[in-house]
């Protein structure tokens, strides 16, 4: 392989897997604000099993984000590496919202974040609440400003290429234009929808695997715990609802930009387009739907183990199939890195292929260890359940040593006493 085609591959492994805790990330943040909300407004025994469903879910939600933005960080180091040629005609264009998702929409989400978790006995409930809803908020204004770069790169519009034929370099001349770029519009919300789904997947099957293991709430009245299960569930086939109709309605919205817009590569153009109304159609009609009806059904039918089974065995799929539309998606531009402007050979560096398959071997590799630490940590959490929570416990809950023979406890004398 040459060495554009193998900085080619490596962006694809690397942006592939990056997704994979975008996806999560996005899926899981509004579903834990609604229940921070709901545990900030409720008393009693409910609002026991609240808090207890905001703390489980925001452990999976912080791991995937803390390993995320290690991902992150060695996707964006290959931009520079192999494809400099791009930075240097279209820096101001591509990097600008990149830019403003790193310097305000990034560390503002980092921020608010650090104070969600330490401020756990320290705000009101309300204020808590409110401050994870702006976690989220930001969160999705960082996903959009990095679709409205991928999107000037599928449909370029907003700029103006100028200097002499030879070293031509855009300009942004309407900022509207971009931000309202339909490929950035409507294919960020395709995105979204993506995210919900996979989000509400992992809640179905999280909660499937513990109600399965308790017996499926056959006992009346429910314990503590099979409550919060039974609620995630709820919320995982309403999240994972809202995230199909997202999908289907944007993802065929996007054909409006991208008909004709194969150029040289026509053929492999209509062969993807027909892949992707054929995955849509085939997993909406043939998978999704029905399986969001028998988990609605399941709160009427106790103990059935065989299709909680199921629901836990599908949980990887919208991961898989978010994975392939993203592909879909970029192998439609080629050979361009800007669609119908730059080439993508135009733009590579002259580094030998020898050089970029070290780097591709040493960045996926790396890549890869996160995604695998990624979900063994979040099994091994999802495993625990509520046994041991460690976000808004108490000091003297966290160093307690209770015998777990999983856990590392650290005793620094004997717990204090706190409010």
Do not use: K
Request: charged share 15%; with cysteine.
């Amino acid at each position: 392989m040459e060495a554009t085609e193998l900085a080619r591959l490596q962006f694809a492994l690397l942006a592939a897997v990056h997704f994979l805790f975008v996806l999560l990330t996005l899926g899981l943040g509004p579903v834990v604000a609604i229940f921070n909300t709901r545990w900030a407004r409720a008393t009693g025994p409910r609002a026991v099993v609240l808090g207890n469903a905001t703390r489980f879910w925001g452990q999976i939600y912080l791991v995937n984000y803390a390993l995320g933005i290690a991902a992150g960080i060695v996707l964006e180091l290959q931009f520079g590496l192999h494809f400099p040629g791009l930075l240097d005609v279209a820096g101001e264009v591509f990097g600008a919202p990149l830019a403003v998702e790193t310097l305000v929409a990034f560390f503002l989400e980092s921020t608010l974040l650090g104070l969600w978790v330490f401020g756990w006995h320290l705000f009101p409930r309300g204020l808590h609440a409110a401050i994870f809803w702006a976690v989220v908020l930001t969160g999705y204004a960082s996903a959009f400003a990095v679709m409205v770069a991928n999107g000037f790169l599928r449909n370029p519009v907003g700029y103006v290429l100028e200097g002499p034929p030879d070293a031509q370099v855009a300009s942004i001349t309407d900022f509207g234009a971009l931000v309202a770029n339909p490929a950035a519009l409507v294919s960020g919300l395709h995105v979204v929808g993506a995210c919900l789904m996979a989000g509400g997947f992992v809640l179905v099957g999280v909660s499937a695997w513990h109600l399965r293991r308790v017996g499926g709430g056959e006992r009346l009245p429910v314990s503590p715990d099979e409550d919060l299960w039974r609620r995630s569930m709820r919320a995982g086939i309403w999240t994972g609802l809202v995230g199909v109709l997202f999908v289907q309605a944007f993802g065929y919205a996007q054909f409006g930009y991208i008909e004709g817009g194969f150029g040289e590569n026509a053929a492999v153009g209509v062969l993807l387009e027909v892949m992707m109304r054929s995955a849509d159609l085939v997993f909406l009609g043939a998978l999704v739907l029905p399986l969001l009806l028998i988990g609605g059904a399941l709160f009427r039918m106790r103990g059935r183990r065989t299709l909680y089974a199921v629901l836990t065995a599908l949980l990887p799929l919208p991961f898989l199939v978010g994975i392939a539309g993203w592909l879909v998606r970029e192998l439609g531009r080629q050979p361009w890195v800007i669609q119908g402007v730059l080439r993508v050979d135009q733009v590579t560096s002259d580094q030998s292929a020898r050089a970029v398959l070290a780097s591709l071997v040493l960045l996926a590799g790396l890549m890869v260890t996160l995604a695998v630490l990624d979900w063994w940590v979040l099994t091994r959490l999802a495993r625990a359940g509520t046994d041991r929570l460690v976000l808004g416990a108490a000091p003297a809950d966290v160093l307690r040593d209770d015998g777990a023979d999983d856990a590392v406890l650290l005793r620094f004398g004997p717990p204090q006493e706190t409010r």
